[in-house]
């Protein structure tokens, strides 16, 4: 089965932080560049970071504090989220694409995983 699964997510305190990972089976992330997404209700979906082999790219709300990395050998993607703010509460979603990427993250992604929820607390 072709799928990603995001999990990582919990309740932390603002200043805190999380490390979300996902995970690949039924295709290899090498072959792909890699984007983490967040939603919450009643607001567009937005591009947190993404990876492509020309580039890393991260939201202008998140650059300095998140970090995007990944290990080919476990086919995992994670997203380090440091400093998090309430801001930051929303469903997080990592994806896969064959396209490029670029600032924003925002092309046709081949595979979504189900998301993790992020709440931060004041």
Do not use: H
């Not at 919990?10 to 979300?20: D, K, S």
Request: proline share 2%; glycine share 14%.
């Amino acid at each position: 089965e072709v799928q990603l699964q995001a999990y990582g997510g919990g309740l932390v305190q603002a200043g805190g932080y999380l490390r979300l990972s996902c995970v690949a089976s039924g295709f290899t992330f090498g072959n792909y560049a890699i984007g983490w997404f967040r939603q919450v209700p009643g607001k567009e979906r937005e591009g947190v970071s993404c990876r492509s082999r020309s580039g890393t790219y991260y939201a202008e709300s998140v650059k300095g504090r998140f970090t995007i990395s990944s290990d080919n050998a476990k086919n995992t993607v994670y997203l380090q989220m440091n400093s998090l703010k309430p801001e930051d509460t929303a469903v997080y979603y990592c994806a896969a694409t064959t396209n490029e990427v670029g600032v924003g993250c925002y092309v046709w992604y081949n595979y979504w995983g189900q998301g993790t929820l992020v709440t931060v607390s004041s």
